[in-house]
């Protein structure tokens, strides 16, 4: 990539220090502000799913780096007789749903973006195992923080295709502005408010970007191993 080319990637270093004060201002207030709701929700959490009350994962975060995200637990660690987890859609009950709805789940990530590992607005961290899977364009991802809500979140997130949701993470890269920031948070902020939060039926539905990748190889004839990121682009179904 040309320097020309990294430096509109990456953003004029005011602007990216804009974005760092603006998130660093909004996540104090927010955590100042949704303190009692996020008491009483980890209560309802205890008492209703058990402990722990947090959702500890690892991450890809910015430059490849792993970080670990927080999440208030949603899901049960219910079991079948032969001792693996049973759906997600039935290890989530009422309260998950609910949480997940109003998008209360999301809000220790505030502690992940005071800490630099999330920006409020970006393409929203995926679990370490897709690491090898994403094209080249794909990796794009990780020239900026992941977001905490982005272009995938307001543009339908449970209907659309891997190709898309990636797709729109590398168009947030190439376009980001404060201005963009400001449009995707506050369509965020609508959505929560009419409740189109995540679904646990919706997710169950997905079958995880390894498993989807590996399979197109296999039927296009190609191996698969760790340089797997390396692969042409997948056609769109």
Not at 42 to 55: E, N, Q, T, Y
Not at 141 to 147: E, I, M
Not at 183 to 205: D, F, K, N, W
Request: charge should be positive; glycine fraction near 8%.
């Amino acid at each position: 990539m040309s320097a020309t080319g990294r430096t509109r990637l990456l953003g004029p270093h005011g602007d990216e220090a804009a974005k760092r004060a603006v998130d660093l201002t909004i996540a104090v207030l927010a955590l100042v502000l949704t303190a009692p709701l996020l008491a009483a929700a980890m209560l309802a959490v205890l008492l209703r799913i058990g402990a722990p009350v947090l959702f500890v994962q690892e991450r890809t975060g910015r430059h490849g780096r792993p970080f670990r995200i927080y999440k208030l637990r949603t899901m049960t660690d219910d079991r079948d007789a032969d001792g693996e987890l049973l759906p997600d859609a039935v290890r989530c009950p009422p309260t998950g749903r609910l949480l997940r709805r109003l998008s209360i789940d999301e809000l220790p990530q505030l502690w992940n973006v005071l800490r630099g590992d999330l920006s409020l607005v970006g393409p929203r961290p995926l679990v370490r195992q897709y690491d090898p899977w994403y094209t080249e364009r794909e990796r794009q991802r990780f020239l900026v923080r992941p977001g905490l809500t982005g272009l995938v979140q307001i543009s339908g997130r449970n209907g659309l295709t891997w190709d898309e949701r990636l797709e729109l993470d590398v168009r947030y890269v190439r376009e980001r502005s404060l201005g963009l920031d400001l449009r995707i948070l506050l369509r965020t902020a609508r959505a929560v408010l009419v409740g189109t939060g995540a679904s646990a039926t919706a997710r169950a539905r997905t079958v995880d970007l390894d498993a989807e990748r590996r399979a197109w190889l296999a039927v296009a004839g190609r191996s698969v191993g760790p340089a797997a990121h390396n692969l042409p682009s997948v056609p769109r179904s």
